[in-house]
T-cell receptor, first 115, second 114 residues
Framework: DTGVSQNPRHKITKRGQNVTFRCDPISEHNRLYWYRQTLGQGPEFLTYFQNEAQLEKSRLLSDRFSAERPKGSFSTLEIQRTEQGDSAMYLC?????????????FGPGTRLLVL | AQSVTQLGSHVSVSEGALVLLRCNYSSSVPPYLFWYVQYPNQGLQLLLKYTTGATLVKGINGFEAEFKKSETSFHLTKPSAHMSDAAEYFCAVSDMTGGFKTIFGAGTRLFVKA
């Protein structure tokens, strides 16, 4: 399977703990996106990378959130001092950009539950 | 700024009946429009997309959508519903002004009755 993969698929943590999620994009894709999806809502944009550069961050991404894509391949999303409001599905998507609109391919998501 | 409104959070149809899921968008420049499907505990799968050219777009699983600029709509249809179509459907928009990030609607859950 050469699609987008995300690990772990599920994470349960206690409030105040740090968590880290990983996304492995489709190998030739230069763009990588993170979205958050809460129950009954569509995905909300968090941030995206072009290669290793983080080009845009949503105001939803508070100081407790940090994302990296160190070598322009896989990406990590870390949440520090988790809060119950962080409970959501975190989706990763990747695409190949040629300067215009491209199709984003989504991974299966990581479902986070903060107790 | 772009936005998407999906009319109806839930739609129920009988197996074999027409499926119509409504989507209206807002964009200050020519938009790119998408429909995605999401099955429980899974990521999103692209059904179809409109970029330029023909306004009637055909996608996978027998779905199609028509871009109507005058109505700012991109409704999704399928002539005959199948039980396997039961899922959550998301309409989305992106354009150059937003750096091509994708803005999603709140979703419409489709129920298919036997």
């Amino acid at each position: 399977d050469t699609g987008v993969s995300q690990n772990p698929r599920h994470k349960i943590t206690k409030r105040g703990q740090n968590v880290t999620f990983r996304c492995d994009p489709i190998s030739e894709h230069n763009r990588l996106y993170w979205y958050r999806q809460t129950l009954g809502q569509g995905p909300e944009f968090l941030t995206y990378f072009q290669n290793e550069a983080q080009l845009e961050k949503s105001r939803l991404l508070s100081d407790r959130f940090s994302a990296e894509r160190p070598k322009g391949s896989f990406s990590t999303l870390e949440i520090q001092r988790t809060e119950q409001g962080d409970s959501a599905m975190y989706l990763c998507a990747s695409s190949h950009s040629n300067g215009g609109q491209e199709t984003q391919y989504f991974g299966p998501g990581t479902r986070l539950l903060v107790l | 700024a772009q936005s998407v409104t999906q009319l109806g959070s839930h739609v129920s149809v009988s197996e074999g009946a027409l499926v119509l899921l409504r989507c209206n968008y807002s964009s200050s420049v020519p938009p790119y429009l998408f429909w995605y499907v999401q099955y429980p505990n899974q990521g999103l799968q692209l059904l179809l997309k409109y970029t330029t050219g023909a306004t009637l777009v055909k996608g996978i699983n027998g779905f199609e959508a028509e871009f109507k600029k005058s109505e700012t709509s991109f409704h999704l249809t399928k002539p005959s519903a199948h039980m396997s179509d039961a899922a959550e459907y998301f309409c989305a928009v992106s354009d150059m002004t937003g750096g091509f990030k994708t803005i999603f609607g709140a979703g419409t859950r489709l129920f298919v009755k036997a």
